[in-house]
């Protein structure tokens, strides 16, 4: 069964930086492109980042790009957003996305 759970979500001043997590069961996420999208509130769904399989190309929107990095520890089968110069417009929950399969989400809030 593939279950994905985010993690690392919560309150944080403009400019600070949090750091989510994406453990991955029931399959191997270095086998799978992996992304991050993000649903704030009262509107869709929107990618933020995607990290390929194999050699772990990484790319970004241009909404987070230079603040947001994305990786994976394959020894943990996990996926990590490290998130930098945090904005009120990233308040967002955060769900790792595999091929549509996603969590439960994180709530990131930005607000000072």
């Known amino acids: 069964e593939v279950q994905l759970v985010e993690s690392g979500g919560g309150l944080v001043q403009p400019g600070g930086s949090l750091r989510l997590s994406c453990a991955a069961s029931?399959?191997?996420?270095?086998?799978?492109?992996m992304n991050w999208v993000r649903q704030a509130p009262g509107k869709g769904l929107e990618w933020v980042s995607g990290i390929t399989s194999g050699d772990g190309t990484t790319r970004y929107a241009d909404s987070v790009k230079g603040r947001f990095t994305i990786s994976r520890d394959s020894a943990k089968n996990t996926i990590y957003l490290q998130m930098n110069t945090l904005k009120p417009e990233d308040t967002a929950v955060y769900y790792c996305?595999?091929?549509?399969?996603r969590g439960q989400g994180t709530q990131v809030t930005v607000s000072s």
């Open positions: 996305d595999c091929d549509g399969s």
């Open positions: 029931g399959f191997t996420t270095s086998r799978y492109p």
